[in-house]
């Protein structure tokens, strides 16, 4: 029974960074129709961004946060946005899916020839220690990083349902063209989305580099794992992102303890493949009629 709990827990933990980019995913796709498949990259550049401000100029790893949250906001945020995405929206969603595809290719080659292809190491944000409750024994930075997690999503759906800026967002998202008839400006609050992925993005990064370490290829199984999430969980609920991100990171772990560490990706595969064969839109997704 301590066995179960403790996975329990750490998969959430894992589970709940999986929500934290897959929420990107969500966002992008309600407001603007994208899909960013240089997700994964959005949260290993910012890493190496920390990395550099620590290792380079000598600031502590919090300061070095924050000025990457500024980094992140202008360039993978407003820069993705403008240079990017508001050019080749225009030709259809396949060509920004494509283009997304080369801008991964492109950032990993340029982390992996800057730095290196080795692993950097990461600092921890928080002590680490073990807790001993109950004969259970429980990773502080697991409940560090929950803690974390839910405030991040607890600010944003309170951002989203009580402010006005939020407010105008969840309606660009619902449906832009009315939004824009009532004189809502729609491309202000889609770049403003892009804005909160990139932060969301590297608050993500902040949690998983110290786990998984910071290198070239982070986003790799980052962005392919929080794109599963978000599909399991409903590509059009912010609640979706959530209920898919914990499910996989807690279904991954006990196939990693219970089957094999060699099968967890695969679980989270089948996982993906049954949900979108008998609920295509996701556990907790509503569907969607696009007229054509």
Same mark, same amino acid.
């Given at each position: 029974?301590?066995?179960?709990?403790?996975? *329990?827990?750490?998969?959430?933990?894992?589970?709940?960074?999986?929500?934290?980019?897959?929420?990107?995913?969500? $966002? =992008?796709?309600?407001?603007?129709?994208?899909? +960013?498949?240089?997700?994964?990259?959005?949260?290993?550049?910012?890493?190496?961004?920390?990395?550099?401000?620590?290792?380079?100029?000598?600031?502590?790893?919090?300061?070095?946060?924050? =000025?990457? =949250?500024?980094?992140?906001?202008?360039? =993978?945020?407003?820069?993705?946005?403008?240079?990017?995405?508001?050019?080749?929206?225009?030709?259809?969603?396949?060509?920004?899916?494509?283009?997304?595809?080369?801008?991964?290719?492109?950032?990993?080659?340029?982390? @992996?020839?800057? &730095?290196?292809?080795?692993?950097?190491?990461?600092?921890?944000?928080?002590?680490?220690?073990?807790?001993?409750?109950?004969?259970?024994?429980?990773?502080?930075?697991?409940?560090?990083?929950?803690?974390?997690?839910?405030?991040?999503?607890?600010?944003?759906?309170?951002?989203?349902?009580?402010?006005?800026?939020?407010?105008?967002?969840?309606?660009?998202?619902?449906?832009?063209?009315?939004?824009?008839?009532?004189?809502?400006?729609?491309?202000?609050?889609?770049?403003?989305?892009?804005?909160?992925?990139?932060?969301?993005?590297?608050?993500?990064?902040? $949690?998983?580099?110290?786990? &998984?370490?910071? @290198?070239?290829? *982070?986003?790799?199984?980052?962005?392919?794992?929080?794109?599963?999430?978000?599909?399991?969980?409903? *590509? +059009?609920?912010?609640?979706?992102?959530?209920?898919?991100? *914990?499910?996989?990171?807690?279904?991954? +772990?006990?196939?990693?303890?219970?089957?094999?560490?060699?099968?967890?990706?695969?679980?989270?595969?089948?996982?993906?493949?049954?949900?979108?064969?008998?609920?295509?839109?996701?556990?907790?997704?509503?569907?969607?009629?696009? @007229?054509?």
């Amino acid at each position: 029974m301590q066995d179960i709990v403790q996975l *329990l827990i750490s998969g959430l933990a894992t589970g709940a960074i999986y929500a934290l980019i897959a929420m990107g995913f969500t $966002l =992008l796709w309600q407001t603007s129709g994208t899909i +960013n498949f240089a997700q994964g990259e959005f949260v290993m550049v910012p890493a190496f961004v920390m990395l550099a401000f620590m290792l380079l100029l000598g600031l502590p790893l919090w300061a070095s946060f924050m =000025l990457s =949250l500024a980094v992140s906001a202008l360039a =993978l945020g407003f820069g993705f946005e403008f240079l990017i995405v508001r050019r080749m929206i225009r030709h259809g969603v396949l060509p920004l899916a494509i283009g997304t595809i080369g801008l991964t290719l492109a950032l990993r080659q340029i982390v @992996k020839i800057t &730095y290196s292809a080795e692993a950097q190491p990461f600092p921890y944000p928080m002590p680490v220690e073990v807790w001993h409750v109950l004969g259970v024994a429980v990773s502080s930075y697991d409940i560090g990083v929950l803690v974390a997690v839910g405030a991040l999503v607890g600010g944003l759906q309170l951002f989203l349902a009580r402010t006005m800026t939020g407010r105008a967002m969840q309606a660009v998202a619902q449906n832009p063209e009315a939004a824009r008839v009532l004189g809502l400006d729609v491309e202000r609050m889609i770049r403003l989305t892009f804005v909160i992925n990139a932060v969301l993005a590297t608050a993500a990064a902040l $949690l998983i580099a110290p786990v &998984y370490l910071a @290198k070239f290829d *982070l986003g790799e199984v980052l962005g392919l794992k929080a794109f599963f999430a978000a599909i399991i969980g409903g *590509l +059009n609920q912010m609640r979706g992102a959530l209920v898919g991100g *914990l499910l996989l990171g807690v279904v991954e +772990n006990f196939a990693a303890a219970y089957v094999s560490a060699q099968y967890k990706d695969a679980v989270a595969l089948a996982l993906f493949v049954i949900v979108i064969l008998f609920r295509p839109e996701g556990l907790v997704g509503r569907i969607e009629e696009r @007229k054509v």
